[in-house]
């Protein structure tokens, strides 16, 4: 192995102080491999044997699922017909992150029903309180969500600008999105004067942009997996917003801020409904 | 370098005031587009604030902090993990919600005067954080293999159907179609819809093992927090104690009578040892 150390002066050296340059700057290394550089590659991109053994399983167990499960699933009729009736939904991964929250949420609903240590007014009082504070919260999300939509795009083309290495792609999306909503207004203000429906222009899509741009044409043509993982790239950053918009209201504003003043309120109803309950007895 | 300009600006601490192009507070030559007119004094005024009239110095910090989360290779992970597993990615998202932020907010949070709730505030916090990381442990074992499943067939378009297939096949002759410039209008409709019909297809199918899992999930959480806040984090859930109220109904019937042994309290136990030093 040759190695070279490289103690030169750097030409600064009467205006700054070299100690204060890191070692890597002051100091060049060069070595001789034994190996030349394509085996040393290979080698590091091969898994270990360990590993590679692990990994053959994972992958006849993810062919077996794919084949007997996924594959059947994505065959039937009900869900292509589901398919294509949301296909245009705007808002389809939000409804499925909708699903799961009702399912666990009537999960816990159905427990306090049936819990036996509660009397049957707190029980149903509790359940009702769930059940309200489920549809406030979901209401809640759908809305903070389409709030961030605009500006969450505009993050996501500023993305999408370093991922393609454009420092412009940013500012062209913002133009484009601008000169849309101008014509939109003109539009609409058009239909107003002839009481007729205006067909305005949709927002031009980060993705889209993208597929258009030059980098990722070439890409496309050079490495057809770099491209696919950059275009999955953009797309994650939809279901990130929905996930994060989602996740914060369900599971950080609604236990911090929203349970305790629901409780509350369903203690003050308990006490008032008791209250009655014994005065009408009174009266009895 | 334009930065340079605004680290050693100290007129953004200072107030208002007009600036000369030779100024001493920038060391370097070249200036952060706050001065237009090189001769004579300039007429910009320097507001002393992030905001507002310091364009120059805001749009480079404003940049500088969101450009480099953008352009870091933890986001482009994240937003790669995003697409591909929508359920273990929305868990970590929760995992940081949960099990970061609402118990930092729990314990922050002031206790009520009249109450001690200090350990119901430790059960709570533990209790966020022991839910957050069930849910992403099960979330992501179970929901992986599937993902890679559904990777397989949408994306490496193995083991597909019939009906699947004969959608991918009228993309794929529509697309060529499109590509050679003899799509007629109706047919370029009909590669859009089948396009956004796929799409969602494989949103639907994603999400599907999060709404069968749900329920077995829930119950399995619930199971594992007490052992989990127990052993792993050393918090107990506190037995509640009977209301005051209830206390004093019964009283002669109450064969639960308070011993008063002195020696339990922790000041009388010093006499024991050999009194206060």
Partial sequence: MNLTVNNTFPKNYGYKNTNSQPLSARLAFTAKTPLPDEMVNKAMKEPSKFFKYFNEKYNKFTDFIAEKFTSKIVESESLLKLADKFKNSDNFYQHCLTIGSVITSGLYMQRTLTNDKLDKDRRNTLAVNQGLTLIVSTIGAYALDKYLKGWWDNVTARFAGHLVGDGKFYENYLKQKNDIKAANKKLIQAAKASGTKPELKSMPKVAKLVQNHNYYKTLLKTSEDDAKILMTKVKGMSPLRAMIVFGFVYRYFVPVVVTKPANMLCEKYLAHKKSKDEAAKMKG | ?277
């Fill in chain 2, 1 to 277: 370098m334009k930065i340079n300009s605004i680290l050693y600006d100290t007129t953004l601490k200072q107030g208002n005031i007009k600036l000369h192009p030779e100024s001493h507070n920038f060391r370097e030559k070249s200036d952060a587009g706050v001065y237009e007119n090189k001769r004579g004094y300039s007429n910009n005024v320097y507001c002393g604030s992030f905001t507002g009239k310091s364009k120059p110095a805001t749009t480079v910090i404003n940049r500088n902090i969101l450009d480099k989360i953008l352009s870091s290779n933890w986001f482009g992970r994240l937003a790669k993990y995003s697409e591909e597993h929508n359920i273990s990615a929305s868990a970590l998202i929760a995992l940081v919600l949960a099990g970061i932020m609402r118990p930092a907010t729990i314990l922050a949070l002031p206790s009520d005067k009249d109450k001690d709730d200090k350990e119901d505030k430790i059960y709570a916090a533990g209790h966020a954080i022991a839910s957050g990381i069930i849910g992403f442990a099960v979330s992501t074992a179970i929901t992986s293999p599937f993902d890679e499943s559904i990777k397989k067939i949408f994306d490496e378009k193995k083991f597909r159907g019939k009906k699947f297939k004969a959608i991918d096949d009228k993309i794929a002759e529509l697309t060529k179609l499109k590509d050679a410039g003899k799509i007629t209008e109706e047919a370029k409709q009909t590669l859009k819809n089948l396009t956004k019909r796929r799409e969602t297809l494989k949103t639907l199918v994603k999400n599907i093992p999060d709404w069968v899992i749900g329920v077995p999930r829930a119950i399995l959480t619930i199971a594992l927090i007490p052992p989990i806040l127990k052993y792993v984090f050393g918090v107990e859930k506190k037995k509640k104690t009977v209301p005051a109220q209830d206390k004093n109904v019964n009283t002669t019937n109450n064969t639960d009578t308070p011993k008063m042994d002195f020696n339990d309290i922790s000041v009388f136990k010093q006499f024991n040892l050999g009194g206060v030093k």
